[in-house]
């Protein structure tokens, strides 16, 4: 099954488009400058003793490397790749040089740089990429010694050639730069390939088209568009993204808390942090001056001792032994990671308890779905069994998802439970069931940029940007559901959507909780087992982890200006898309909209008896792209006629009971409430359209009844 990339800026692949989308993605994030001792102690874990050892030691660089390396600078006719050798030799003779310093055998130096001379092509599901140089784990024998030779050029070359290193084992990056260019425009073709599959479809819609049918794109675009995003920039050069770019694959692959990387320009070198709040560089040092190649040794030394945790790995994976059939998860199933892993094959997620002696384990079966960005949720989603050391593995399937939330947002699984007590019975079997949730602080990870904060909250707030605003690791693991295309017929379908569209209404109106992220990702469906006799199947309103709880006095969400909307692109209401007249409120309505909105691209998509999702037409392209997508929807409310015709025939009953009527309704509020935004009328209801939209109106529009609060009385 094809792993999903949940949207991020950075969800279109090709190179220009990526890059811009990591410059919007970092602007306003950027903090630099740190002292390179800062870095290397926070960051890779280096104590201040062998870093001052280090510093004092003074130790020259290999001079005919650095005479080499400085020769192919001056020399235009050799190619960037030409310096790569030579910074190797001066890299490798300097460590060796600091372990007879620091009375350190030069065994220990178990990394490597896996360099293809910029032509060895890294692979994920979504691009092909050819980086400078690679940082590794040294492969090692069992008996810890040492596969191959990295100063035998010999060893080496077969080394890199039989060796399939991917982005999941990557420890850090290195970039490299020989020549200065105007970075306002590509000055050179990309190394990079990207992977196009149908040209005429948009990457951005592919993201959300191909992949697992399990579970599909579910959007963090609020993290990812800010409302005062054009007046953002952040003085990032072309090389700098492009080093970004691959610090973006590091952390797309897999649940990894943070990826570093070395730019060096010509023998300037400085060093960077990625993580879901902040880019973080230092100040820049050259290796051609003393203190410079000091900084380079304490650099390299870090980063050859840091283990899988400092180089930003997940603590929280293990090696997972299956005991035998019938006996009970124990200590010695659950195994540390000597090295990073190119397949979640055999691992599984463990995490300290905060509150009970109950050690939950969760063993890996695939993984659904992974974020293309940088800064924002980060959120991973994958299939898993949930045991308990101590107790006999149940192997019922769940989903654990794993994400970055602000500090100040209340936890997925803190809602749910609220709902779980708050809706009636019947509701209540329509919403989520949770095994297991909890949140780690930064702190408590060990993220090293909180162990910066003393020094972040110092310095200059970034261009465009706020102060730093914290996030908390979220984790939850809930049941596992059928997707909403997966339905079985149209009547399943309407049974599903129906249960979410009230469910959804009784924990906003019951419960106080607005949902704000409607979309198909979040409209599941349950297959009741033999002996429930109420039905077959039931819907499932999923994903709370952008849901708002209202205030006493207030019946909807405040947006926060500051940062950013909330929706899956092809589903949100046209108020949130609108950025001549950007709302300060998000309103139980918006969300009407998006289940109106989710039947329209259901009607189109859904080839129920075939099982599958179709690819978006052409007509819709633009539906999943935030330049265009306000404008193509309200053609599409108001012009329903130009994509009729792409409705499939199992969705006749359905387009002409349920879409058009919504259609009408939909359309005549929307004009009515844009003549009182013309007119500024404080005295119009903007938060239902004048009471044209509500759930009431809804139900009316496609001739349902409203089940109550209880649900359906016998």
Known sequence: MA????????????????????????????????????????????????????????????????????SILKEHSHKESELHRPFREISTTLLKQICDQLGIGQDKLKTWFWDKQGAGVLKNQFTQRKPDMLDFFIYMLKDESRLYDPEDDDDYKQMINIIDITWKEVRSVIEFKRKHHDDKAEQSPSRDIHKTADPSIPSTLKSALEGSSKRPLSSDADEQEPRDRKRRYTDITEDQLQLASYALECLGVSSRHYATGIFIDKSSVSLWYYDRTAVIRTVNFDFNEESGASSLGIALFALSQCNMTQAGFDPNLYTFVEPEPGMPIMALNILALEKPQATEAKLCYKFPPHTSDVQFVFPILEVLSVYRGIIGRGTFVASVYVGVIGKVLQKSLHVLKISWQYEKRKHEGEIVDHLHKAVGPYWKRRLPVIAFHDVYTAKEVNLPRSKMKDILEIMPIPVGGEPIQNRDLHILASRHYKNLWEAENVEEFKCVFLDCLECHFHAYETGRVLHRDISESNLMIWREGPGVSETTSIGILNDFDMASELASDDDNVVIDKTHNLTGTLPFMAF??????????????????????????????????SKGRRRQTPQELRFWNDRSH???EKISGLHHLRQIAALRLPEFEGIWQDWVIPLNRMF??????ESVALDKRDPTYDYSTCAGKITFQKFMEAIKETPRGDLGPVD
């Open 667 to 672: 359309s005549k509020a929307i004009l009515e």
């Open 3 to 70: 792993m999903m990339q949940r949207t991020a800026t950075t969800s279109d692949n090709t190179t220009k488009a990526m890059r811009g989308a990591l410059r919007l993605d970092i602007s306003g994030h950027l903090y630099k400058e740190i002292p390179v001792e800062r870095f290397v102690e926070d960051v890779w874990g280096l104590p201040s003793s062998q870093i001052e050892a280090i510093k004092s030691a003074r130790l020259p660089l290999r001079k005919d490397s650095l005479e080499k390396y400085n």
């Open 575 to 608: 108020g949130l898309l609108d950025k001549a007249s950007p709302p300060s409120r998000h309103f139980y309505r918006y969300d009407l909209e998006s289940f109106y909105h989710i039947l329209v691209w259901a009607a189109i998509h859904y080839e129920l």
């Open 629 to 631: 997508a306000y404008n």
